[in-house]
């Protein structure tokens, strides 16, 4: 007996201590609800390959990420280093101490879906293939992950992830793509193609939410379309929009402005109104002077659109019920070269204040509307962008293209000063910028385009170009809490209805 007993008990302190050596040991299960997922095959195939301790498990999980149940999944990672670092998993920024990451799965897009590429070696580096340094899953392995995503990586209940609620729209003008974002999650929720003609890059351009629908401008395709935000379907389209640009939408919803492209020849005097019911063209809008027509806003009113002209540094005004130009031109300077070169303008909510971007002189041009004069100049960082204006007036930010600087510009009466910069690592060439529509978080696309400096993601995809990022910025605490990959070449951004 007493053999036996010892027996038992060597076993039993065996077991203890094993347990004990390793306190990020994962004992893999699947639950009765599929740890949340809608296949059992899914669950064993995380559970079985995943959850090591120091992978995806709970304790310390790579990047953040946890696959022990799918309503851990879906929240997404954090911690991934900027730029094409090796796969470490004892290094402690990888297990979440940063704040790059995103969605390992893009539902009913499986071969855009992060994990689906890391599965099957869809990435340069095949040291980060996974499950990382294990065997590989097999091919019905695979089969199951890739029609489960495709089939909407639905959860036990059979709903669809990141459905509903708040969406960030993307344009990414290098791969024909709007990426739409979670903005509960801070991920990738959709991917919707527009590349109407697989020969050539439409470049999806401008994005502007109305009602229900988006808009987007294809410069190389000549069109806008109309893309219901609910389905991601679109629903309409307009072409012959030569060099489609910029858009603006009346509160109705029921007329666009259309302009020009930045990179269009400056030989343009026309932008273009469309009827956004019947996706038609209701007018040529001509202007008074031969140029590039980029930038345009209307007022909150609706009853004046302004219009920048890129090359002749002048701002048309455009009676937006005649459809017809209203009155002279607000000119910014009278040589035969263009000093500033106005690439956006905004109106304040009041539709007090105009506010010009300029390329060339890298000022923001602050001008009274009701005397046609300018106000104050401050100057930003080299080429300042795209900017979004607070609700009540009192904040701008302003990325600059050739600088990585966010600029909070704070109003106080009939005075605005810079209040404070902003930048990272992760600003490779600012482009787009909107706030959320409570104002809190400030939404800005990276674009990369520079082929000297070319920002590379931490999992290069094969055959990618010019990846992008988007940026998300708690203006409230002055804090950059998600950097995310989006497509190639991003550009225009849209979260709330301007």
């Not at 296949?39 to 310390?60: M, P, R």
């Not at 002749?312 to 209203?326: C, F, G, N, P, Y």
Request: with cysteine; charged share 20%.
């Amino acid at each position: 007996m007493r053999t036996g007993s010892n027996i038992i008990l060597i076993i039993l302190l065996s077991i203890f201590t094993f347990l004990g050596c390793d306190e990020e040991t994962v004992i893999p299960l699947v639950d009765e609800t599929n740890n949340g997922f809608q296949k059992k095959e899914v669950a064993e195939i995380f559970s079985q390959n995943c959850l090591d301790a120091g992978c995806h498990g709970n304790s310390e999980p790579h990047h953040d990420l946890k696959l022990t149940s799918f309503s851990e999944m879906i929240k997404g990672s954090l911690g991934r280093p900027l730029g094409n670092h090796s796969h470490k998993l004892i290094a402690k920024s990888n297990h979440g101490d940063g704040v790059y990451g995103g969605s390992p799965i893009v539902p009913f897009n499986a071969e855009r879906s992060l994990l689906y590429q890391l599965i099957t070696g869809s990435i340069e580096n095949q040291n980060q293939r996974m499950p990382y340094q294990k065997n590989l899953l097999s091919q019905p392995q695979i089969d199951v992950i890739k029609n489960w995503i495709n089939e909407g990586a639905r959860d036990y209940n059979g709903n669809v992830p990141y459905s509903g609620g708040q969406k960030i729209f993307v344009c990414n003008q290098g791969s024909d793509e709007i990426f739409e974002i979670d903005a509960q999650n801070n991920v990738v929720s959709r991917i919707i193609n527009v590349n109407l003609q697989p020969s050539v890059t439409d470049a999806p351009h401008n994005i502007q939410i109305r009602g229900g629908y988006y808009y987007v401008t294809l410069i190389a395709a000549n069109r806008l379309l109309k893309i219901d935000a609910s389905t991601n379907q679109i629903v309409g389209q307009v072409s012959g929009l030569e060099n489609a640009g910029m858009i603006q939408i009346t509160n109705d919803g029921k007329t666009a402005f259309v302009s020009r492209s930045s990179t269009a020849p400056s030989i343009y005097n026309v932008i273009y109104a469309i009827d956004t019911e019947t996706m038609t063209k209701k007018a040529d809008i001509s202007l008074p002077v031969t140029g590039l027509p980029h930038a345009i806003w209307l007022s909150s009113d609706d009853t004046k659109l302004f219009v920048g002209n890129l090359t002749k540094d002048r701002i048309s005004i455009v009676d937006v019920a005649t459809l017809e130009v209203l009155e002279d031109d607000i000119i910014l300077s009278s040589g035969t070269e263009p000093t500033h070169e106005p690439m956006h303008l905004y109106v304040s909510p009041d539709d007090k204040y105009m506010y010009i971007n300029c390329r060339k002189s890298s000022l923001m041009l602050i001008i009274n509307l009701e005397t046609k004069q300018v106000l104050q100049e401050l100057m930003i960082k080299e080429h300042p962008m795209q900017s979004a204006i607070s609700q009540d007036g009192n904040k701008i930010y302003t990325v600059s293209h050739h600088e990585p600087i966010i600029t909070e510009i704070t109003k106080s009466g009939e005075s605005w000063s810079i209040t404070r910069e902003f930048t990272s690592e992760a600003f490779h060439h600012l482009y787009g910028a909107d706030l959320s529509p409570d104002g809190k978080y400030l939404y800005i696309t990276c674009s990369n385009n520079d082929p000297n400096d070319q920002f590379e993601r931490h999992y290069k995809i094969a055959g990618e170009f010019r990846p992008s990022l988007v940026c998300v910025y708690d203006v409230t605490t002055s804090e950059l809490i998600k950097i995310l990959d989006v497509g190639s070449f991003a550009t225009g951004i849209a979260s709330r209805e301007n």
